[in-house]
């Protein structure tokens, strides 16, 4: 349920994840803008989001939202390409103007599909997800709003996920599984010439990726966009920059255990952190 959050006070901007592959679009963000507060949830204890429905992740996701405002985010960033897909657009323009007007929920799907018209020349796009952000047609929705000319085909991978976050990404087991999906992708369409790996935990596969992926094919990794994009938005609405703090912390909050957390993050961030269990509902 959406509540009241009214407050002018400065506060952390949010980063919320069903699980651990937002830490790879937090560690993008903190490399650009290391001078801004950050608080990350991981929703570890329901993951993953990609096989449940649309109803069930916009009302997890909007469980998290309430949390990190509650928390103080005056913006939040949905670290999570099923989040973006499925819950974004709801929250939006359903949830925010009740919950308050002038906070922001921004996601990752646009800032990668606005980056796209610049690198394809072909004009023939692949991308790379889990199965619940392909079926939503985001990509193929938000890249033909901003570029009608461009063809988006996409390709489901069920198992990188549970590759990354088990710690088989760099092991031989993996390679049968990226060589499959990419050689799937091509099949689609052999004229694509820049690939998005729509998962914030696919980055971690990038050296099997590019063993397997012709050589002409831009790969785009979201991060570095979503950061940039980020930055840009904070040029432009003042205002927002203004309600967020700047003392360069980053705080972490699991709704699983700790101690899991701290382990597999280890896998995505290079340096140590600090967790506390959150409850979401």
């Known amino acids: 349920m959406s509540v009241h959050y009214l407050s002018d006070s400065p506060g952390p901007i949010g980063v919320f994840d069903s699980g651990y592959g937002g830490l790879t679009i937090l560690d993008c963000i903190r490399k650009v803008l290391p001078q801004y ?3 990350y949830i991981g929703d570890n204890a329901r993951t993953p989001y990609g096989t449940r429905s649309f109803e069930v ?44 007007p002038r906070r922001r929920v921004l996601g990752v799907i646009r800032p990668t599909a606005e980056c796209i018209g610049q690198l394809t020349k072909s004009r023939h ?6 199965a619940g952000t392909i079926k939503s047609e985001s990509y193929v929705l938000e890249i033909g709003k901003l570029y009608p000319d461009i063809h988006v085909v996409g390709e489901a991978c069920p198992l990188w996920v549970p590759l990354v976050e088990n710690n088989e990404f760099d092991k031989p087991g ?52 979503v950061a940039s994009s980020l930055k840009d938005y904070l040029h432009r609405h003042p205002e927002m920059d203004e309600r967020c703090l700047k003392h360069g912390t980053c705080a972490f909050y699991t709704t699983e255990s700790v101690d899991k957390f701290k382990e597999s993050a280890s896998i995505f961030l290079r340096w140590p952190i600090e967790v506390s269990k959150v409850v979401l509902e």
């Open 57 to 100: 992740v916009y009302e997890f996701t909007l469980q998290a939202v309430n949390k990190l405002f509650e928390m103080g985010c005056q913006l939040v960033i949905l670290a999570c390409n099923t989040a973006s897909a499925k819950a974004l657009r709801s929250i939006q323009q359903k949830d925010l103007p009740y919950i308050d």
């Open 125 to 130: 796009v692949g991308v790379l997800a889990t």
């Open 37 to 39: 507060d950050y608080i």
């Open 174 to 225: 993996a390679d049968y599984f990226v060589k499959q999906h990419i050689d799937n992708l091509l099949k689609k369409d052999p004229q694509i010439d820049s690939v998005i790996l729509g998962c914030t935990h696919y980055p971690l596969l990038i050296k099997k990726i590019r063993q397997y992926m012709p050589g002409h094919i831009n790969i785009i990794s979201q991060g570095d966009y």
